[in-house]
T-cell receptor
Framework: DAGITQSPRHKVTETGTPVTLRCHQT?????MYWYRQDPGHGLRLIHY???????DKGEVSDGYSVSRSKTEDFLLTLESATSSQTSVYFC????????????FGPGTRLTVL | GNSVTQMEGPVTLSEEAFLTINCTYT??????LFWYVQYPGEGLQLLLK?????DKGSNKGFEATYRKETTSFHLEKGSVQVSDSAVYFC????????????FGTGTRLTIIP
């Protein structure tokens, strides 16, 4: 299995509070991604990174920000959590030239009350 | 834009039945195509892939053939087992070097003994 961990694995928070989710990889892959998974929507890309300090928006980036100061860590921040951000969040990694094969972390279940 | 349409679920089959999960896509150029599987409580794992027309991906008894003329990548297995119960996602990457994946909404498969 690819070495990808996510923390925390479960979190319950209240509307309006800031939340940071962490993705850590030991594979030295260049690309990292954050997705959210919701019933009826499959996986939707929030943000992605193609290198340290290089990030870009995905299709559902509103309300989220990311940072990548080291190759191995990719942080997802909800500046002010809302109930619509209740979801399961997955991190993924890939390397150039791999035909876009992505490896996924175990996920973080976030509940915003 | 790019899109993936998957067979609606849930799908329930008896053990040893034949499985087909339909997937069609819309994309410019020559996409790579993937099937991912998600077991309960876990992240997604790559099941198989095909990177050009007429390629057949296969793994764990599952197969899918990249059909450019019908823009399809249907997943098949000749004899399913209870352990195949999972959610299956079809995905595409539009162009080589474009590292983003577009996912279908997923199909939940349950196999009963």
């Amino acid at each position: 299995d690819a070495g990808i961990t996510q923390s925390p694995r479960h979190k319950v928070t209240e509307t309006g509070t800031p939340v940071t989710l962490r993705c850590h990889q030991t594979e030295n892959h260049r690309y990292m991604y954050w997705y959210r998974q919701d019933p009826g929507h499959g996986l939707r890309l929030i943000h992605y990174s193609y290198g340290v300090k290089d990030t870009d928006k995905g299709e559902v980036s509103d309300g989220y920000s990311v940072s990548r100061s080291k190759t191995e860590d990719f942080l997802l921040t909800l500046e002010s959590a809302t109930s619509s951000q209740t979801s399961v969040y997955f991190c993924a990694i890939s390397d150039p030239g791999s035909y876009n094969e992505q490896f996924f972390g175990p996920g973080t279940r976030l509940t915003v009350l | 834009g790019n899109s993936v349409t998957q067979m609606e679920g849930p799908v329930t089959l008896s053990e040893e039945a034949f499985l087909t999960i339909n997937c069609t896509y819309t994309a410019t150029g020559y996409p790579s195509l993937f099937w991912y599987v998600q077991y309960p409580g876990e992240g997604l794992q790559l099941l198989l892939k095909a990177t050009k027309a007429d390629d057949k991906g296969s793994n764990k008894g599952f197969e899918a053939t990249y059909r450019k003329e019908t823009t399809s990548f249907h997943l098949e297995k000749g004899s399913v087992q209870v352990s195949d119960s999972a959610v299956y996602f079809c995905a595409l990457a539009a162009n080589f070097g474009n590292e983003k994946l577009t996912f279908g909404t997923g199909t939940r498969l349950t196999i009963i003994p």
